[in-house]
DNA sequence: GCATAGGTAGAGGGATCACTCTACATCGTC
DNA sequence: GACGATGTAGAGTGATCCCTCTACCTATGC
């Protein structure tokens, strides 16, 4: 089974969602079409697996064994996100393109919403930055409202993820250039933000 | 043919790229399978002609009668941005979904890194941060090379793409709230830069 | 030795879809 | 009023693709 979703993760992140065929995602995953079909019982299924593969890969990649210190877990963060684009995904993130291809699914959204929040929540704890969650799935909206516009740590892992994303969108048209421009960015939030 | 155009704008961007068949796409252009083939001769150059209109939408959207002073430009141009994602798109910016949806096209790859070149370039001669160039088509990598970590306002326009990537991708996550993080973001480039 | 569970290999069905082609309508120009 | 260019309407084609089903192989427990 993790074998499968490997497989079927490599298969839509070298050729997309839409490309694939079935008989290609059985090559990719190395067994038959039966047991495909037996672990992932549709194509829907098979790209939430390797959604779900990639996410447990990800946040290893990127959050394991960060420095201590605010603003170097930031640093080393973003130089890891840099680093994951440049050997895993050549264009963009894989759960934007999968909802892309499908924007129909429900299943989909709510993967590529608790992806993000766990991303978000995660780098907010590591920087210091306004981390107080990560309680099971707290998927839905914080509640935190409006702050007005108060300059409080109150949307700060908000601005921290856009400070991601933005990263992760901008990599491909900028290399690591991008890289750079997303940590002079963490650096002015985290001490606007002290 | 710019009816034509707005017709497949708006399917692709309620069903998404894979979903709407050539007769979903006749329909929404309002004119017969004949003249559309006559006009894009393929699905392909269909996607093509609606990112070009949507390309033309956005810049007037987004980038037309901004203020002068570059603070307000700025808190405007991003107050828009939101705006657009309110109203036009649900879900993620529709060039990358075209990508993410046919990966391999090259013609689709160009479009997008116009598009987004041009975004990051009006945008820093709007808010006065390095803005230099939008001359004709300068597509390709500006050779400005790493500036290693220099402070200067040398990778300002990327620090700003990395902003209005983060907003687009996030503002279906958090909404408005992801507005405000921009700003904040663009407000501390700013002072950071002067 | 043998039954059973679970694997592989691969052909086939049923449906969808991009694209083409034929037949007919409409409109501006002389 | 005739004509030619351009449009609509819609059926048909060839191919692709998801998924199922049959037939055979392999390892493990008794």
Redesign the pocket.
């Known amino acids: 089974m993790r074998k499968i979703s490997a497989g079927l993760e490599q298969a839509f992140a070298k050729g997309g969602f839409a ?5 290609d995602l059985r090559d990719a995953a ?9 672990y992932t ?4 299924e ?1 790209v939430l697996a390797a959604l779900e593969h990639r996410h447990r890969r990800y946040l290893a990649r990127v959050f394991e064994d960060l420095p201590q210190e605010p603003a170097a877990a930031l640093e080393a963060l973003l130089s890891r996100v840099g680093d994951w684009m440049a050997s895993e995904t050549a264009h963009g993130c894989l759960f934007h393109a999968a909802v892309a291809a499908d924007p129909a699914s429900q299943p989909l959204r709510e993967l590529l919403e608790r992806h993000k929040a766990e991303v978000a929540a995660r780098a907010a704890m590591a920087t210091g930055l306004g981390g107080a969650g990560l309680g099971g799935d707290s998927v839905g909206v914080d509640s935190v409202g409006a702050d007005s516009r108060g300059e409080g740590s109150g949307g700060a892992e908000t601005a921290l993820l856009v400070i991601i994303e933005g990263l992760t969108q901008a990599w491909p048209l900028r290399g690591d250039e991008a890289v750079l421009a997303a940590k002079r960015l963490g650096r002015a939030l985290q001490s606007a933000t002290l």
């Open positions: 490309e694939p065929s079935v008989e190395g067994v038959s079409l039966r047991t495909l079909y037996k019982p549709s194509r829907s098979m």
